[in-house]
């Protein structure tokens, strides 16, 4: 049964520093990782899909990349702001229909 | 409370032909979302809905594509005229802080 689990639940750093948001899965049997971001009271919003053949994809700050073999994936942040406030959230789909998100990182910019 | 309630679990249907999916949210949760899960592109959010009004739709990808929140207990996303590129699963979520996902409509568009 595949686990999705997020390191650190929660992390504030001041802005302008780099920082990196860890995602880990039990099952490495997956077709692709997907990143989200998640505002209160507003939808997921996809920040990056990383297909199994790929090991990073980038946009903009963002860089997420994805180890299999090892069951881990980081998406890091560069430059960070206080717009990229926010909950972190990574998913795995499963063969039968659903999905499995990890349980987020609360991320807080400090001006 | 039985979660989020999504009807039909799965759907096969012929190009062309109008079809239906319905949610039922978690009773007292006061948004509702839309998702289509695709291999390809992962998990897109097509539109969402605060106290049964919708907010943002700009998820859904062509006017083939309707939603409706007639009261907080219901909702359908509607395709007409279906197309094999629909071919996708769709989820539906309701929220009142953290998001629950229903079981998700299998749509398969021949």
């Known amino acids: 049964k595949q686990e999705v689990t997020q390191i650190p639940a929660a992390l504030s750093v001041p802005e302008g520093e780099n920082l990196v948001l860890n995602c880990s899965f039990t099952?490495?049997?997956?077709?692709?990782l997907q990143w989200f971001r998640q505002d209160p009271g507003k939808g997921l919003t996809s920040l990056l899909l990383?297909?199994?053949?790929?090991r990073e994809q980038t946009s903009g700050r963002l860089n997420a990349s994805l180890d299999k073999s090892s069951g881990r994936s980081t998406l890091y942040i560069a430059a960070s702001q206080p717009g990229d406030s926010a909950t972190y959230l990574c998913?795995?789909?499963?063969?039968?229909?659903?999905?499995?998100f990890g349980k987020g990182t609360r991320l807080h910019i400090l001006p | 409370d039985a979660g989020v309630i999504q009807s039909p679990r799965h759907e096969v249907t012929e190009m062309g032909q109008e079809v239906t999916l319905r949610c039922k949210p978690i009773s007292g949760h006061n948004s509702l979302f839309w998702y289509r899960q695709t291999m390809m592109r992962g998990l897109e959010l097509l539109i969402y809905?605060?106290?049964?009004?919708?907010?943002?739709d700009s998820g859904m990808p062509e006017d083939r594509f309707s939603a409706k929140m007639p009261n907080a207990s219901f909702s359908t996303l509607k395709i007409q005229p279906s197309e094999p590129r629909d071919s996708a699963v769709y989820f539906c979520a309701s929220s009142l802080r953290e998001q629950f996902f229903g079981p998700g409509t299998r749509l398969t568009v021949l």
């Open positions: 998913a795995v789909p499963t063969e039968d229909d659903k999905i499995i």
């Open positions: 099952d490495s049997a997956i077709y692709n």
């Open positions: 809905f605060n106290n049964n009004v919708p907010i943002d």
């Open positions: 990383i297909q199994s053949s790929q």
